[in-house]
């Protein structure tokens, strides 16, 4: 019988009922309880999942700690789908309570290394250090974390094998990004990167369920039973059966449009602009240093705790201090200084040059754009944005090659950008963007930015 002394439940609105071990745990065992409410992975509910569109889009109040006990879900749900093909393709396979727990434990510290703001801390701060979330994450994991992980025997429905214990190091490289050269692992844990790595992954399959529920986008916005269904490990990797391919196009074209109607709305963009002004010229008082070198300052540093500091700015002794606090109770005001007057996508199919086009970097867009301007308006202050999406497969790079298609006809494995349905998709956009104070000079603003993406962009009006 199922031992219920063991185990804890949350509800979440996206998967109903959420389950996870609760101690004690007999001969000291680790519960994931402990893991969930260590101040590592606490902290994360003092960070909102969507950066700044929980400023544009009222609901969307959610954070990181309600995604990764989402994604922890997702992980067991995709080993139960999965461990049986990965046993049938790999050797050397651990026990299904090991593969399980390992996933379950990778999908809850996936995201223990973000900051305020989540990935805008990684362009601003993190950066200036050589660092992402991911590298940091992965110090928190093999450093403190990593003796609870080391402790955990079982899953709320599984156990490991004797003998078996949880490597944190294991834990770290499957939520790292795939580095261009990086130590070999063995066959199995290469494939079951591909659920954190790739088209369709634990993470981003719980972040669209969540962000559209949240959002107000929509309640169901893909078929995750199917997704599930048909996928499959076959030794070339993960591999989605051809039955299950209308199920991944809507999955890929729904996780787009989230990005072109929420994550790049054109007002979330504009306080993400006004942020940066603030951030930068506040980073020496906000933190001050490498957060390798300050790990438990780093930890105490979220979106509540700098939010409470630059609101006391305002009657701060310094004078700098002041005019920056002004700045950011403006910001907190929603009294931001960019408002978008010209917009253009531009799609890029597979062969059409990307880099080193002047949609490729924003100073090379803004260069381009002052020039296309007539001579007395050049030095208008502007910002631009290039907002980019990637919509198919990797070809390129070492995260490329991830999943895979069964087609039953020929019976074979393929590269899954090689079907027809996938050949249809755009494999990137770009959505370009030009700001100003006021919209005085927006005929001439959206006249150069034609004449700048010329044949194949659209006047994207679903975001006006």
Same mark, same amino acid.
Request: hydrophobic letters at 40%; proline letters at 6%; glycine letters at 8%.
């Given at each position: 019988?199922?031992?219920?002394?063991?185990?804890?439940?949350?509800?979440?609105?996206?998967?109903?009922?959420?389950?996870?071990?609760?101690?004690?745990?007999?001969?000291?065992?680790?519960?994931?309880?402990?893991?969930?409410?260590?101040? !590592?992975?606490?902290?994360?509910?003092?960070?909102?999942?969507?950066?700044?569109? !929980?400023?544009?889009?009222?609901?969307?109040?959610?954070?990181?700690?309600?995604?990764?006990?989402?994604?922890?879900?997702?992980?067991?749900?995709?080993?139960?789908?999965?461990?049986?093909?990965?046993?049938?393709?790999?050797?050397?396979?651990?026990?299904?309570?090991?593969?399980?727990?390992?996933?379950?434990?990778?999908?809850?510290?996936?995201?223990?290394?973000?900051?305020p703001f989540g990935h805008f801390l990684d362009e601003h701060l993190l950066r200036d250090y050589g660092l992402t979330h991911e590298t940091l994450g992965r110090r928190i994991i093999v450093g403190e974390l990593a003796s609870l992980i080391c402790g955990i025997?079982?899953?709320?429905?599984?156990?490991?094998?004797?003998?078996?214990?949880?490597?944190?190091?294991?834990?770290?490289?499957?939520?790292?990004?795939?580095?261009?050269?990086?130590?070999?692992?063995?066959?199995?844990?290469?494939?079951?990167?591909?659920?954190?790595?790739?088209?369709?992954?634990?993470?981003?399959?719980?972040?669209?369920?969540?962000?559209?529920?949240?959002?107000?986008?929509?309640?169901?916005?893909?078929?995750?039973?199917?997704?599930?269904?048909?996928?499959?490990?076959?030794?070339?990797?993960?591999?989605?059966?051809?039955?299950?391919?209308?199920?991944?196009?809507?999955?890929?074209?729904?996780?787009?449009?989230?990005?072109?109607?929420?994550?790049?709305?054109?007002?979330?963009?504009?306080?993400?602009?006004?942020?940066?002004?603030?951030?930068?010229?506040? =980073?020496? !008082?906000?933190?001050?240093?490498?957060?390798?070198?300050?790990?438990?300052?780093?930890?105490?540093?979220?979106?509540?705790?700098?939010?409470?500091?630059?609101?006391?700015?305002?009657?701060?002794?310094?004078?700098?201090?002041?005019?920056?606090?002004?700045?950011?109770?403006?910001?907190?005001?929603?009294?931001?200084? !960019? =408002?978008?007057?010209?917009?253009?996508?531009?799609?890029?199919e597979p062969g059409r040059g990307e880099q080193g086009s002047i949609f490729s970097r924003q100073d090379f867009f803004l260069a381009a754009l002052r020039d296309a301007l007539p001579a007395a308006l050049r030095e208008l202050p502007l910002r631009v944005d290039?907002?980019?999406?990637?919509?198919?497969?990797?070809?390129?790079?070492?995260?490329?090659?991830?999943?895979?298609?069964?087609?039953?006809?020929?019976?074979?494995?393929?590269?899954?950008?090689?079907?027809?349905?996938?050949?249809?998709?755009?494999?990137?956009?770009?959505?370009?963007?030009?700001?100003?104070?006021?919209?005085?000079?927006?005929?001439?603003?959206?006249?150069?930015?034609?004449?700048?993406?010329?044949?194949?962009?659209?006047?994207?009006?679903?975001?006006?």
């Amino acid at each position: 019988m199922r031992d219920f002394r063991h185990e804890g439940l949350t509800h979440d609105p996206i998967h109903g009922y959420i389950a996870f071990t609760s101690g004690p745990l007999p001969g000291g065992e680790t519960s994931e309880r402990e893991l969930i409410d260590h101040p !590592w992975v606490q902290r994360l509910r003092q960070i909102h999942q969507l950066q700044t569109a !929980w400023w544009v889009f009222p609901t969307a109040e959610h954070t990181r700690f309600q995604h990764v006990l989402g994604v922890m879900h997702l992980a067991a749900r995709a080993a139960e789908a999965l461990y049986e093909s990965l046993a049938e393709t790999c050797a050397d396979v651990p026990s299904r309570g090991y593969v399980e727990a390992l996933l379950r434990v990778a999908g809850l510290l996936h995201d223990v290394g973000h900051g305020p703001f989540g990935h805008f801390l990684d362009e601003h701060l993190l950066r200036d250090y050589g660092l992402t979330h991911e590298t940091l994450g992965r110090r928190i994991i093999v450093g403190e974390l990593a003796s609870l992980i080391c402790g955990i025997r079982r899953t709320p429905t599984h156990r490991l094998d004797p003998g078996e214990q949880l490597d944190p190091e294991q834990v770290a490289w499957l939520v790292v990004r795939p580095a261009a050269s990086e130590q070999s692992q063995p066959d199995w844990l290469r494939m079951l990167r591909s659920l954190f790595c790739g088209l369709y992954t634990v993470d981003n399959m719980d972040f669209v369920l969540r962000d559209a529920y949240m959002s107000g986008y929509n309640t169901r916005v893909f078929d995750l039973e199917r997704l599930l269904h048909y996928s499959f490990f076959s030794p070339a990797g993960l591999t989605i059966h051809n039955r299950g391919l209308p199920a991944l196009v809507r999955f890929i074209g729904v996780r787009a449009e989230l990005f072109r109607s929420v994550y790049f709305h054109r007002t979330v963009r504009a306080i993400d602009l006004s942020l940066a002004d603030l951030f930068v010229a506040s =980073k020496r !008082w906000l933190f001050p240093g490498n957060p390798l070198d300050m790990l438990d300052a780093y930890r105490r540093f979220t979106e509540w705790s700098l939010l409470v500091d630059v609101a006391r700015w305002p009657e701060s002794a310094d004078r700098q201090q002041r005019e920056l606090g002004a700045g950011w109770a403006r910001l907190l005001a929603r009294d931001h200084a !960019w =408002k978008m007057v010209a917009e253009r996508t531009i799609f890029f199919e597979p062969g059409r040059g990307e880099q080193g086009s002047i949609f490729s970097r924003q100073d090379f867009f803004l260069a381009a754009l002052r020039d296309a301007l007539p001579a007395a308006l050049r030095e208008l202050p502007l910002r631009v944005d290039l907002a980019r999406h990637i919509h198919r497969p990797g070809t390129q790079g070492p995260a490329a090659g991830q999943n895979f298609l069964y087609d039953p006809g020929p019976d074979v494995v393929r590269a899954l950008a090689d079907h027809e349905l996938l050949r249809q998709i755009p494999q990137a956009y770009r959505i370009c963007r030009v700001y100003a104070h006021d919209d005085t000079h927006r005929g001439e603003l959206s006249a150069a930015l034609e004449t700048l993406a010329g044949p194949g962009s659209s006047d994207d009006r679903t975001n006006m």
